[in-house]
């Protein structure tokens, strides 16, 4: 593998799961045997404040908990926006709920945009909570150095007590990974690439 | 140090800095925590509630506020227990209170501050703001110990080495981390065990103490801070360290301690293989700083470079300690109560190796 | 006047005291020391001083102790009895360290039942300082800092009364008075019983401090009656 760091900034509210999508990748990464840091960032607020969690996994080595411009960032909420817009340039890969936040809002930027609607698949398809995993899913199969088979052995061990109490809730978070995944192939297959960004910002 | 073997995972773990806090004073054998809760070191008062409900030799006591709790520990080592706390910000204001009494008792005070935003209450999140507080806070002379570990490895080393410290020399020993430091998930190597000496009990030893901390004369406190004044001095021969990276042929030295010297130690490398002669200079020991390192690092330097998330605590210091030793330009990268990353300093450096 | 014979725990080569001539805290100091001897405790007992007059008694007995700063001797107390589990720990503080400045730390010892035994000195006034109002100084009462007598707040802190609120039933709250030394003898050993069976207890003690309160013999203890007319003696709370 290439001697490298990926930096991923995810953000969103706090109670939207922001720190366990962190929590699961960070895990995956470190049951991989990759190197990991992740450090959660959020205000005084138990509840809604904007929540941010920096990502950094690779081979290489990592310096500081945080870093200047992330290759990847996984948007859940519209005003997460101004606290995230100086992590993206160029290269960056900007991956958002659709459902929630209009492709547009995010301006002057040339970074490339996946559009994944993660609420509405998640309300239809399986259960509204589980949008997040289908984020999940989505940058997993972007980021490319983590495999979705240590992500589920990382949900595994987080919510062992949860899948404890509800056996359903596994399969459930399984399958988000994987729609998230198809999700995120499907946006960026050749064809249909500028198609499906049209059509979502021109849902808005 | 940790390991420095990346995939050799079965003898590491995921975890928190202050997990890592919490373990490595476990391993020293630290049997009693006294504290207050505060963000962002709250897990670890948490953290030894669980193991001490689960273990009854373990002490715990949540106090009123930070003041009461570092006098809890005191009590706690005057009893001869591995005593310490954990605080941050306004508490690490509070608890300068205590610590001014164990530097008169010589107490081996043990203490984890997860610096965050200042003046006042900030933020709950991050700074190196509370660089001169650890050093000289409290009424007196800074007879204390300041660690400053750059990474969670490191914290893991500093916190059992802190309790060595603290019980062969009885001066009381700061760790120094930050919010990001505490809350970092990462993989730690815990295969490491520092020789930590034994505690011992003050009182009830068969030899009985009257210990006071006012003395009625000049004279009296003279002679017992002259004393302390040299033993501190011998000791520091001991304690003090500091990492010279890369510096014996360095045009560019940078100057930074914790988080912000592991973001400059990655930066060198990277730059280093742009073949920029840049090298780095941090203090593991904030106090006592190790002066003669720091005048050796800067030899062949054009440009020193001081990183630190302050307007200024780290480079007073460095001023001071360098007035004689250099006529290098000195270019500040002070960014307050913010993170500086790798990439601020590596560009930072570029800037400066174009002048 | 005749030698008086001093308790044994009692450090004599540190004698004579510091204590203005009059003081109260001899006498308490004294009793305590007797208390002590007799319960045959000096072996493992540690003694916490307060700031203040009491700071006076850190070489007052044979005994390992150790001063703390203002309002602190409870968490210091509380951390040793902790660490300690088979020692008789007590600290003494006066009105200000307790009711004032570590007032939190007092209310919190109570309230989680510490086993430990505090001694708590009441004469009206900060005397270390030079007779400033403390928050047990009556209304009306002249000090440093209320020259023309306290109007503000006609009503004193009554610490033991106002623990009872915090305290375990089974905690031993009582003031007593240098005026009456069997009783406050018997208070004191009560608390260092209450201690051992593992319970908080308190016992405020009525004060001279002629040098602030500037009386001369007979007036010092017409004041300490009158002090007494406003803080009850008694137990509080426990047998």
Known sequence: MENR????????????????????????????????????????????????????????????????????????????????????????????????????????????????AATSTASSQLSPQIFN????????????????????????????????????????????????????????????????????DGNK | MASKNTNNIITKQLLTGNEVALKGALVAGANFFAGYPITPTTEILSGWAK?????????????????????????ALLAGKKAWTATAGMGHVLMQDPLALAESYRLPFVMYVGQRGGPSTGTVIYSQQELTLARYGGNGEGLRIVYAPANVSELYHYMQKAFDTAWKYR?????????????????????????????????????????????????????????????????????????????????????????????????????RNKNIKVGLFRPITMRPFDTKAAIKAVKKAKYIVIAESSAGHFGRIVRETLAQATDATYIRLYKPAEGITTEDIEEKILEVANV | MSNPRFPKVVKTESKPSNFCPGCGYGIILKILGEVIDEMEIAPRTVFGIDIGCNLLAWDYFNLDTAQTHHGRVTPMISGYKMSQKDSV??????????YAIGLQSFIHTAHRNEPVTVIGVNNSVYAMTGGQSAPTTFDHEVTDTTPDGKFTSKKPIFGPEMLTEFADEKAFLARGSVNNIPVLKSYLRKAIETQLAGNFSFVEVISYCPTNWKTNAEATIDFSKKLESIYKTGIISGK
């Open chain 2, 171 to 271: 001066f009381p020993v700061i760790v120094l981390g930050d919010g990001y430091l505490s809350k970092t998930q990462t993989a730690v190597d815990l295969s490491e065990e520092v020789d930590v000496v034994k505690a011992s009990p003050y009182f009830l030893n068969g030899q009985i103490k009257n210990m006071r901390n006012c003395f009625s004369t000049e004279d009296q406190l003279v002679d017992h801070l002259g004393f302390m004044f040299k033993e501190f001095a011998e000791a520091s021969k001991e304690i003090v360290e500091s990492e010279s990276y890369r510096t014996a042929d360095s045009e560019i030295v940078i100057f930074a301690w914790g988080s912000v010297g592991y973001a400059a130690k990655v930066a060198v490398v990277n730059l």
């Open chain 3, 89 to 98: 720990v007590i600290g003494i503080a006066g009105d200000g360290g307790l």
């Open chain 1, 133 to 200: 995993m289908i984020l999940t899913g989505a940058i997993i199969n972007e980021l490319k150095v983590i495999e979705r088979v240590y992500v589920e052995k990382a949900l595994d061990i987080i919510l062992a007590k949860k899948y404890k109490d509800k056996p359903q809730l596994r399969n459930f978070n399984k399958k988000a990974l994987e729609i998230g995944a198809k999700l995120a192939k499907e946006a960026f297959s050749p064809v249909k690439k500028t198609s499906v960004l049209d059509s979502l």
């Open chain 2, 51 to 75: 193991v001490a409900a689960k273990d009854k030799k373990l002490k715990f006591l949540q106090m009123e506020d930070e003041t009461a709790s570092g006098f809890a520990v005191i009590g």
């Open chain 1, 5 to 116: 760091v990926y930096k991923v900034l995810l953000a969103g509210e706090g109670g939207q799961g922001v720190q366990t999508i962190g929590h699961v990748l960070a895990r995956a990464a470190f049951e991989q045997g990759l190197n990991v840091a992740y450090m959660p960032n959020y205000g005084v607020e138990q509840r809604g404040g904007v929540s941010l969690g920096y990502l950094q996994i690779g081979a290489g080595i990592i310096g500081f908990p945080k870093f200047s411009k992330a290759d990847y960032i996984v948007n859940m909420r519209a005003r997460a926006i101004e606290r995230i817009i100086q992590y993206v340039d160029a290269d960056t890969l900007y991956i958002y709920d659709s459902d929630l936040i209009n492709n547009s809002e995010l301006k002057n930027t040339n970074a490339q945009k996946l559009p994944i």
